[in-house]
């Protein structure tokens, strides 16, 4: 049975499908289908393909979403296929219905998000073959996946509101949504063979702190990564703060997923349990979304999250 797009949502990302109801109808619908289409290349880079045919599914995608034909691109994929949440989106019938949903978009929502999803695919398929060496190759990375998201909410907003904010600011917000990802999805990643924490960092040791024969130096390398990721709160919260009350739609699904983001790094700092389960850290989205809630309505509480 074909899946509507918001219930694949739903199944594919619980935090997304929280924070994305909260846009106005016409935001939602764009950014609801871009995340998903976003989703498929990210299925496409974690899949067990090897790097040339990634290259080969990556070109395939956006010869599918110009001609709308995806059963032989859907075939090739889902033989690579690892994640099951993944299995959802390569769903022939379930595809097709997340691009139906694409080309009953305005044109400019249409051409922002193509613009987006491939600057994305671009770097994914550079870092295919280029091991995430230094921090910044790591900050190069996660424009690429995240950043380029952050650019093009930003980009939405403009387009659906004619409210101007800052791209840089933008792109900040989504690289600190993703450096918190790569820290609490780090056990998962080891085991299923990927490595997004720098090598400078690990000295290549990333599964001795999986197996726990060294924590202290996983823990050293931890609180690394979780000092790093702060970098990103202040502009993060400083941009959220810009967003007017004209858009208090945006501002409430940018505060949702930055305040989860932020809670889980404070839960994730100097804790052992996050090297060795993948399900170490539990953060209630209730008690976020209070938050949140409070951040929208209360003068100044954002101010103490711009340090």
């Not at 609801?32 to 090897?50: F, V």
């Not at 859907?74 to 022939?92: F, M, N, P, W």
Request: with cysteine; net charge negative; charged share 20%.
């Amino acid at each position: 049975m074909t899946l509507t797009t918001s219930e694949m949502l739903q199944q594919v990302s619980r935090s997304f499908a929280r924070c994305i109801p909260l846009l106005s109808p016409e935001k939602a619908n764009a950014v609801e289908n871009t995340y998903l289409l976003a989703r498929i290349l990210d299925t496409i880079e974690d899949s067990a393909h090897p790097a040339w045919e990634k290259d080969i599914l990556f070109a395939s995608f956006f010869d599918v979403l110009d001609d709308g034909k995806p059963d032989s691109f859907i075939r090739s994929l889902e033989t690579g296929v690892i994640d099951q949440h993944d299995r959802i989106l390569c769903d022939a019938s379930n595809f097709k219905e997340i691009l139906s949903q694409y080309h009953s978009l305005p044109y400019s929502h249409k051409q922002a998000s193509a613009s987006t999803l491939r600057e994305m695919a671009k770097g994914m398929s550079l870092f295919l073959t280029k091991e995430i060496q230094s921090f910044e190759d790591l900050d190069a990375y996660c424009y690429y996946v995240a950043g380029t998201v952050g650019k093009y909410l930003n980009q939405l907003v403009t387009i659906c509101d004619k409210v101007i904010l800052s791209e840089e600011k933008a792109i900040a917000f989504g690289k600190f949504l993703q450096y918190v990802n790569i820290i609490k999805d780090f056990a998962k990643d080891v085991v299923e063979g990927r490595h997004f924490w720098p090598l400078d960092l690990t000295g290549g040791n990333a599964t001795g702190y999986v197996s726990g024969e060294m924590e202290q130096q996983g823990l050293e390398a931890l609180d690394t990564m979780v000092t790093h990721a702060l970098e990103f709160q202040a502009p993060t919260f400083a941009y959220i703060k810009e967003i007017p009350d004209t858009v208090i739609d945006y501002r409430m699904c940018c505060l949702l997923p930055s305040l989860m983001a932020l809670r889980n790094l404070q839960a994730m700092a100097h804790n052992p349990q996050l090297l060795t389960d993948p399900n170490a850290i539990r953060i209630s989205a209730t008690s976020v979304l209070l938050d949140a809630e409070k951040a929208c309505n209360v003068e100044h509480y954002l101010d103490s999250l711009l340090c």
